[in-house]
């Protein structure tokens, strides 16, 4: 018997979630791995295997989505405190719709890693992807149906479609009151990235069942050739000539990289890398990087960063 073409199933897919709708640059592919465990003995080696978890990875490069920043950036992440649960006590499902209708309803997942970006013209926005993890549902047991994802189908429809949630724009930083700083324009355009320390918490028998801010919490960073600052001020901004011990955050200050629309805040950052370049193109003070480091008001933690 040969192949019959309904047997083939494929198309794009788009991912709904809490009342957003995200489009992906590129195809979507989703790994459902549990994690086998080997079983062995000494005398015959690894005979078979059992299953201890399944943590599954959704990861999206992202089109745009400009609008959906409340969720893509959530409050855990920007304002990280180590314990805090990421699922909390109810479920947060999130749905793969192919323009076919098939359809996949992920139980309970969460955003684990925030998606770095590009600020400029000349690169996509999303520099790498946003990944989202699924895990078992609340207070459901790992072979209950559902446990960690649904199979179906439902009719697809166009409508959420829309370019103007896709941007690219010139953007210039400001060091708030850094010597030399508070007017950056970066020759290949500004790169952030972020560090979400999101620990798995496990319980025997049911394998993932949370994820945990850890004490690695969030740091944003970012990395741009700044045109505007003299090797000088990127020298003391630096604290090239302070003593050994000195605190980062004794020279921080808030760096602010803007567009028209949009701003994007690391909060109490501070110059944490430079390198000096030599050759006929390359631009002397070139490759630096800024790190948050965590501000305090009246004693309590500040946020980390904002995306706006």
Not at 5 to 31: C, E, H, K, W
Not at 78 to 98: E, R, V
Not at 192 to 215: N, S
Not at 265 to 271: D, E, G, I
Request: charged share 15%; glycine share 10%.
């Amino acid at each position: 018997m040969g192949i019959l073409r309904n047997q083939l199933g494929r198309s794009p897919a788009i991912v709904q979630t809490q009342g957003y709708t995200l489009f992906t640059r590129s195809d979507i592919m989703v790994p459902h791995d549990p994690k086998w465990t080997d079983i062995k003995s000494s005398m015959y080696g690894i005979d078979d295997r059992f299953k201890a978890d399944l943590v599954i990875k959704i990861p999206l490069t992202l089109y745009g989505n400009w609008d959906a920043l409340p969720l893509l950036f959530p409050t855990f992440a920007m304002n990280p405190i180590p314990g805090t649960s990421l699922y909390g006590n109810a479920d947060t499902p999130w749905t793969l719709q192919g323009r076919n209708n098939d359809q996949i309803v992920y139980t309970n997942a969460q955003i684990t890693k925030l998606g770095d970006l590009h600020l400029g013209v000349d690169e996509d926005l999303w520099a790498a992807a946003v990944e989202v993890t699924a895990i078992l549902g609340n207070g459901l047991n790992p072979e209950a149906a559902g446990a960690y994802f649904t199979r179906g189908t439902n009719p697809y429809a166009d409508g959420a479609f829309s370019r103007s949630n896709y941007s690219r724009a010139r953007f210039a930083g400001n060091w708030n009151g850094i010597s030399g700083f508070t007017s950056i324009y970066a020759q290949k355009g500004f790169r952030v990235a972020w560090k979400l320390d999101a620990k798995p918490l496990i319980a025997d028998g049911y394998g993932t069942v949370d994820f945990t801010i850890g004490e690695g919490t969030n740091v944003g960073s970012m990395k741009c050739i700044p045109i505007g600052p003299t090797g000088a001020q990127v020298d003391s901004a630096q604290q090239i000539s302070t003593p050994h011990g000195q605190r980062q955050s004794q020279a921080s200050a808030d760096l602010v990289i803007a567009s028209a629309a949009h701003t994007i805040t690391l909060k109490s950052a501070a110059l944490a890398a430079h390198s000096v370049a030599w050759g006929a193109e390359p631009l002397r003070v070139n490759e630096t990087m800024w790190e948050t480091t965590r501000g305090f008001t009246a004693g309590a933690a500040n946020a980390v960063a904002s995306v706006v």
